[in-house]
């Protein structure tokens, strides 16, 4: 499913609003959420889960293609848990 497909789910569903609109409404929710990441914060969407940056440590690693032994650097990675009732929809 892409931002489209949501836009065009959130149109359909919503009568008062263009596809444009619901087009910018997305974008805005995706924003928000990106930018609370950023900030560090977490960000929990009740009955869906929780997004979450973790700081991935450095680690050895080797190059795929050589064998040759490396180091990975530390990173931030974004985590998804889903919530128990995002979890029961699918069982």
Known sequence: ???????????????????????????????????????????QISGFGTFLVREKKERKGRNPQTGEEMIIRSRKSVVFRPSKNFQNGFS
């Open 1 to 43: 499913m892409t931002k489209a497909d949501l836009a065009r789910v959130v149109y359909e569903r919503h009568g008062g609003i263009s596809n444009k609109e619901a087009a910018v409404l997305v974008e805005l929710i995706l924003e928000l959420i990106k930018k609370g990441l950023g900030d560090g914060e977490k960000v």
